[in-house]
């Protein structure tokens, strides 16, 4: 294991939630369906937990958490410009765009999130014991709010775009109702929805 690497992933994941916090408020700013705007004060409220648990690993592994490596300011850069796509969306003055603006935000974040979180998980495996134990308990603690974030919000961000296109949509997506927590609950999810716009047509 290439421990600076694993200090350099670190850092950059929290840097990342703490953008993640950022990218929540102006998401729900341009959130108009309730059942969504629900979800996403719900993941903001899991994601500032995320900083808090990512700042305590990083003291538990002797890595000062407020230290900025240049791809912690990449990170940070890219969280910033997705917020301003957000607020520029939102001052445009169509709203119903700008909500699909920030699913898409929500959902290129989340991605990153989760592939972090992913990350995390198999590096605890490599770790010795008591390192291993502070990686694994945070990611134990977290993965399933990521599956959560990414695939409800891939699912809102699908049938909102359809249902701008004038197509049949499935909303709440069935992720949500469906409480998708994998890949392939999420795959099976969208078949659901694909079937009920089948019927439809
Ligand atoms: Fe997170
Ligand atoms: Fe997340």
Redesign the pocket.
């Known amino acids: 294991m290439n421990e600076s690497q694993l200090h350099e992933l670190l850092l950059q994941a929290l840097e990342?939630?703490r953008g993640?916090v950022k990218i929540y408020k102006a998401a729900l700013k341009c959130a108009r369906h309730p059942e969504l705007k629900q979800e996403w004060t719900k993941y903001l409220g899991?994601?500032e937990n995320?900083v808090v648990v990512l700042s305590n690993v990083c003291t538990a592994l002797g890595i000062d958490p407020g230290m900025q490596t240049p791809g912690c300011k990449i990170v940070k850069d890219l969280g910033a410009a997705l917020v301003i796509a957000m607020e520029t969306a939102l001052s445009a003055g169509n709203p119903a765009a700008a909500q699909i603006v920030a699913c898409d935000c929500v959902t290129l974040a989340?991605t990153k999130?989760h592939a972090?979180?992913e990350l995390i998980g198999e590096a605890a495996k490599a770790l010795e014991e008591n390192k291993a134990k502070v990686l694994a308990d945070a990611y134990e603690q977290?993965e399933d709010?990521?599956d959560e974030?990414l695939y409800h919000t891939k699912g809102w961000g699908r049938e909102l775009w359809l249902e701008s296109l004038g197509l049949q949509a499935v909303l709440p997506p069935p992720e949500e109702t469906d409480d998708a927590t994998t890949a392939v609950e999420a795959a099976r999810a969208k078949v659901a929805a694909d079937t009920a716009r089948e019927a439809h047509r």
């Open positions: 990342h939630e993640g899991q994601t995320h989340e999130d972090n979180w977290i709010e990521e974030h």
